[in-house]
């Protein structure tokens, strides 16, 4: 019987199908996880991606707001949790790293304002290129695959549950209804043999750090809106302004940010309030400079001479300032706390530059952009992202204890932990490969 009627045979009956050997195999189809799929391939390692959605890549298809924004124009490391770390994986050129890595999958990029993004202002198109990339070196991806074990033997041991058959999208066929005949498909286990592997699955590194006995920094999300107490927010859902921000714990200001501010009925949206909920804690003070060019004693004689010192013009006088619905509900506001006989214009402009919010803590966390926390960075040595004492484990991208501010810092992060760990891998494999790893693969 030949070999391809024996396999048949064998998925009839649910035995089990001979091991699959690779040189490297990544946990992982996301934006880490392809790129340490690629570097481990140009290296000319054998290499599997195993993927638990039904395509690979999906998640970057909603970086950005669809355009994935993938890098900044200046990676400094004080926009990381541990800049220390980063200094140390990212080296001396990270934003000529990441170029040089699109560029030889086909992308141009642009630059806007600082912010790196692909010529077509599309994350298809990031998406797409990797995966031809990926394709052209010979990488195999296994999707729809659930990862059962992980064991070190002579060469790593992956126990995976995957659809007997590839499912693949029909015409028209959107992410649900694919995923709903994916979860229905028969299925059959696969053993996945490597010298080495690298767990690339982004957040919830929980289940990793049980499996393989790694330490695990406490996990939470960051980068989503944040919630405050204020009086003024019942009446500004909606509304947004260009300011300064504070961030003041007891007393003591600990973070500047200046950006666009969204103010929702139960706080703060928008990329300076996502940049802040990386560092602010309950009780903290969101301080908010709508006019940061003037000071307020120039604001305050500028709305007392065109507009008198009280108010004359009702609650339009800041029309040309702010944002109507803000100028408003300041004026209004400032009328109701009746200021000791400092007359309205000061109030106002005391509020203009000092508009106080208290921070009660995250809101909207199930929609973060990131989570903080993951496998504790002890445990991996930044020059290759191999786990300590553990021959042939790396992990790259956001499963590590490590979340950026906006504006392409965590893809960053993400992309170039990625080609690190997995060209580590690869190298790493020829000196650890078995005999084992000398069978055929598919």
Known sequence: MNRKASDKRARHNDQPIAPLAYDVVVVGGGASGLCAALAAAREGARTAVVEHDVECGLPILATGNGRCNLSNADLSAEHYRHPAYVRAVFGSSPEADIEKLFSSAGLLTVDQNGWIFPRSKRAESV?????????????????????????????????????????????????????????????????LRAPAIVIATGG??????????????????????????????NT????????????????????????????????????????????????????????????????????????????????????????????????????SRAAQNTGLARDVAHLCTHCDLTATGLADAERAQVTRGGLSLTSFDPATLKAKGRPGLYAAGEVLDQDGDCGGYNLAWAWLTGLRAGASAARAAAALRSPAANTSYR
């Open 127 to 191: 998406r797409s290129v990797l995966l031809r990339a990926c394709a052209d070196t010979g990488v195999k991806t296994i999707c729809c695959a659930n990862v059962e074990s992980i064991e070190p033997h002579r060469t790593w041991h992956l126990r995976v549950s995957a659809p007997r058959q590839t499912v693949r999208r029909r015409n028209g066929e959107n992410d649900r209804k694919l995923r709903r005949r994916a979860q229905e498909a028969p299925r059959h286990e696969l053993e």
């Open 204 to 233: 919830k590194a929980g289940v990793w750090a049980e499996m393989l006995d790694l330490p695990l920094e406490p996990e939470s999300p960051v980068l989503c809106p944040i919630a405050c107490a204020s009086p003024l927010l």
């Open 236 to 335: 500004l859902d909606g509304t947004r302004v260009d300011c300064e921000a504070t961030l003041i714990r007891k007393g003591r200001a600990i973070w500047r940010e200046t950006g666009e501010a969204q103010f929702r009925s139960f706080g703060l949206s928008g990329i300076m309030a996502f940049n802040l909920s990386r560092r602010v804690t309950a009780g903290d003070t969101i301080r908010l400079n709508f006019t940061p060019e003037i000071t307020e004693e120039a604001l305050a004689e500028l709305l007392a001479k065109q507009f008198g010192p009280n108010g004359e013009h009702g609650t339009t006088w800041l029309d040309g300032v702010l944002p109507p619905a803000l100028g408003k509900a300041l004026i209004e506001y400032a009328r």
